[in-house]
């Protein structure tokens, strides 16, 4: 098991527009890539902030926000073999999900910290968006 270094962390913004203007033309970071549903609606985006890292932002509303008394959604650790680090942390004691393929391509697994924060675990694949973002930034 080994933690590589923080992927990204994830934020709910009450305007997806205003928060991409912010990083992007403010701090003058890249977009990386976008989530969009079926009906092509942009709902989230990744944003470049440099080597392996990124912020990902979701689009939420205000209840979201209350739900967890911050726009922190959660914080992502990338690992360089999402089975093993499942496997060293369950024998651990610790609760973690089963590894799963997720829609940008990476593996995924989720634990809390003992406060409750989400955790998600990240191992890229040659697929994955962020790898795409990473060769074509």
């Not at 932002?57 to 209840?63: C, I, T």
């Amino acid at each position: 098991m080994m933690i590589k270094g923080i992927a990204h962390t994830c934020y709910t913004v009450k305007d997806l527009k205003r928060a991409i203007g912010f990083y992007c033309d403010v701090l003058r970071l890249k977009q990386a890539f976008d989530f969009r549903d079926e009906k092509g609606r942009l709902y989230g985006v990744y944003i470049y902030v440099g080597g392996r890292n990124f912020i990902e932002l979701f689009e939420g509303e205000v209840a979201d926000l209350k739900e967890t008394g911050s726009s922190y959604r959660h914080l992502c650790l990338e690992v360089d073999d999402t089975e093993a680090t499942v496997k060293g942390l369950r024998s651990q004691g610790i609760e973690v999900s089963d590894p799963k393929m997720g829609g940008d391509g990476s593996w995924q697994a989720w634990l809390a910290d003992p406060d409750g924060n989400k955790i998600e675990l990240h191992q890229y694949t040659m697929e994955s968006k962020q790898g795409i973002a990473f060769r074509s930034l």
